[in-house]
């Protein structure tokens, strides 16, 4: 049976279930949300209760979201959906003053497109969030080397099996499955999917907290 935390709860009784990409886009300053591809685990839960967790908070910060991915395309479940995504080609980075990437239990870290917008963004000096399976993603692109990260577990353990590379995390410090914040990176090392089939605690409200934070005007 799936585990649901309280706020994950408090995201059902909001209403979070099928939304478009620009809904959320209506704020003076914009958050940029990658999603993943490939298969996803169990996209519904994904849907509800990452992105839907994610959109809230910034929202209710005061933040404007735009989602794209690589290809554009719908993101579906059974009853959850993301339409009307942007193409990530399209996007103009400097539009944004952040980007946050949920895990959505998505089996796409090796997107060279994503790898290369994971290089712009810390580039350009801006705040970068990832999720569980997206800190690959940061992997993939070198920017961990030298940096404090969270993950579920500690990726150069042999018995820790996944689709991630552990030689793209070497030279990266493993701190432990919460939320680690080291200079414009954020990882949180756990998302809906690890709590609901693995027992492990759902760290997305606290990752976009930090996130928040971290794009809030000084």
């Known amino acids: 049976m799936r585990k649901i935390s309280i706020f994950a709860v408090m995201v059902i009784l909001a209403g979070v279930i099928s939304f478009s990409s620009q809904a959320f886009g209506q704020s003076g300053s914009k958050v940029l949300m990658i ?19 994610m959109m809230v908070l910034l929202k209710k910060a005061g933040f404007g979201v735009d989602v794209t991915s690589v290809s554009g395309q719908d993101v ?4 959850q959906k993301i339409e009307n995504l942007l193409r990530l080609s399209e996007v103009k980075l400097d ?3 952040g980007v946050i990437i949920p895990c959505m239990g998505a089996e796409d870290v090796t997107s060279p497109k994503m790898v290369t ?3 712009d963004v810390l ?4 705040p970068i969030a990832a999720s569980y399976g997206a800190v690959a993603v940061l992997a993939k692109a070198g920017v961990l080397k030298g940096r404090k990260f969270a993950f579920l577990r500690d990726p150069s353990d042999p018995l820790f099996k996944g689709y991630f590379v552990m030689t793209d995390f070497e030279g ?4 432990g499955p919460g939320v680690v914040q080291d200079g414009k990176i954020i990882t949180g090392g756990a998302c ?3 709590e609901a089939y693995q027992g492990i605690q759902n760290r997305t409200f606290e990752l976009t907290q930090t996130f928040i934070a971290a794009i809030k005007p000084k």
């Open 117 to 119: 917008t994971v290089k």
């Open 192 to 194: 809906p999917i690890s």
């Open 76 to 79: 579906s479940g059974r009853s």
């Open 123 to 126: 580039a350009k000096g801006k």
């Open 172 to 175: 990266a410090t493993y701190s």
């Open 95 to 97: 539009d944004y003053v």
């Open 35 to 53: 999603i993943r591809e490939g298969r996803l685990y169990d996209p519904d839960l994904s849907i509800q209760m990452e992105v839907g967790t």
